[in-house]
């Protein structure tokens, strides 16, 4: 018997395709390898790995973890020069502008370099050239990144297929229309609900693409149709992630958990979910608002988890209260200014994260994914839109987050409790601490997570394999 786990045997061996699967942002890796989607995919293909934050250590750890033989490309990814990154900032604002996206047009208010944009895309869509040129660009950086020497070395391996797992990425597109040139087919994966709006365009043409629901395919239908002579094939496959909330668990679990937190015996518990720090910079002050109520209420345990992407030294002030937990990768790299998009979550990271909102009787989030996490889990949600002690300009404030794509559609669903002071903070606390739950919570958020039930690894499997055929 194999390491992967199949049945043994020569002719088997010799006769599973090799595919790789492009990495190059941390929640991608988690979708992909700390689902169990990897898995699956290595018992059927000869699968590699080719990333910009996985090397040797990390893919014998996920080799050890889940008994296979993954194998790693080792090759730098090109480098983006500059001309092609300015290329793809143009398009992305001439995409905005087309498609009436609101989300890029409130974070161009926070970007003088750029405030300059808006008034000439409206002079052209005057004249009606905005798809038109949208149109020319995107071919062209397709055409231009399908040349490659130092991606030359990809050939010898006779890959059967690419899968994207990260499309909005140019590197990624890079490496696809590269292989795609050599008749090599492709697959993207979205992996997040915000990317199509929030990203830009996706510069390759993929065979077929994935994403977490009707909503999205919609979109992506609605965006990407004016690139081809036919219409793009998009499947709604729901979040490979998300499985793990869909899982029961047992009384022992939930004690395992509590333990792990450091959670007293009896004590309800409020989860804080912080967002990126350049997000919202004064999520502290509101943060401490919390705290004030959990102090004054008693019987109360706070669970701080930070983003990757916040600053957990801001904390430090807090962690001598015994009421207080606070979470933060603990292998991120602790150097360069992005070492987030550099950093591949510790193996555990779904197992914990799942862990903090099975035991919370309450989540208090700021305009993150965590909003639909929790209510996976089936938990209460408070949505934070205000901006603590002083109230911020609105291209800074956290309530223009809010107003993004792909959030409108999420708060027409009303299943949070939407906070615009800390009074109501107090309130909505006080509310959902002590109310009973919803019994249909999962069915109202079904529309984005496609699935309420651990379906959607084996789905998507099921859709590469037939896709690979």
């Known amino acids: 018997m194999e390491a992967s ?48 934050m996985i090397r040797s250590a990390e893919v014998n750890q996920i080799n050890d ?34 498609f009436s996206i609101v989300t890029q047009k409130i974070k161009y208010q926070s970007r003088k370099e750029w405030q300059w944009m808006p008034k000439m895309l409206r002079l052209i869509n005057q004249k009606s050239f905005t798809k038109s040129i949208l149109k020319v660009i995107r071919k062209s950086i397709i055409s231009l990144t399908s040349f490659s020497i130092k991606l030359k070395p990809l050939l010898s391996f006779h890959f059967h297929g690419v899968i994207s797992s990260s499309p909005l990425d140019l590197r990624e597109n890079r490496i696809v229309n590269f292989l795609r040139r050599r008749h090599v087919k492709s697959l993207a994966m979205v992996i997040s609900w915000d990317n199509l709006t929030s990203k830009g365009v996706i ?23 004016i690139f081809n002579v036919t219409e793009p ?3 709604a496959t729901g979040i490979p992630r998300f499985d793990c909330y869909f899982q029961k668990t047992s009384e022992n679990q939930n004690a395992e958990a509590r333990k792990r937190f450091n959670v007293p015996s009896g004590n309800q518990v409020i989860l804080i979910a912080t ?15 919390v705290l004030r109520f959990a102090k004054v209420e008693g019987n109360l345990h706070v669970i701080v988890r930070c983003h990757p992407a916040d600053n957990v030294d801001a904390y430090n002030q807090l962690s001598e ?29 779904l197992d914990s994260l799942s862990q903090t909102l099975r035991i919370c009787d309450v989540c208090v989030q700021f305009a993150s994914t965590m909003k639909l996490d929790a209510a996976a889990c089936g938990k209460r949600v408070i949505s934070i839109a205000y901006d603590g002690n002083n109230p911020l300009p609105y291209h800074q404030s956290v309530k ?26 107090y ?43």
């Open 275 to 289: 967002s990126a720090l350049r997000h919202f910079p004064n999520q502290l002050e509101v943060i401490k608002d």
């Open 400 to 425: 223009r987050l809010y107003d993004y794509n792909h959030q409108v559609p999420l708060n027409a669903l009303q299943f949070d409790e939407f906070v615009t002071s800390r009074d109501q903070l």
């Open 5 to 52: 786990g199949i049945a043994s045997g020569s002719l088997q061996q010799r006769t599973k395709k090799p595919i790789v699967i492009l990495i190059t942002n941390s929640f991608a890796a988690i979708n992909i390898i700390h689902s169990g989607l990897i898995k699956k995919l290595a018992v059927e293909y000869h699968v590699y790995l080719l990333s910009t």
């Open 321 to 349: 209260e015994e009421f207080i937990s606070i979470w933060h990768p603990g292998n991120l790299p602790k150097s360069s200014d992005d070492r987030f998009y550099n950093w591949f979550p510790e193996l555990d990271f």
């Open 233 to 235: 094939k998009v499947i």
């Open 427 to 469: 309130t909505a606390l006080k509310a959902s601490l002590y109310k009973q739950k919803s019994q249909n919570a999962l069915s109202v958020i079904k529309p984005f997570t496609h699935f309420t039930d651990p379906k959607s690894v084996d789905f998507t499997f099921n859709t590469i394999a037939a896709w690979l055929t």
């Open 203 to 225: 510069n390759a043409d993929h065979d077929v693409t994935l994403v977490w629901n009707d909503f999205m395919k919609n979109e992506f239908l609605r965006f990407y149709s």
């Open 65 to 98: 973890q889940f008994g296979l033989d993954l194998k790693l490309v080792n090759l730098d990814l090109p480098c983006q020069p500059a001309w092609l990154a300015l290329l793809r900032k143009v398009e992305k604002a001439f995409f905005a502008e087309c």
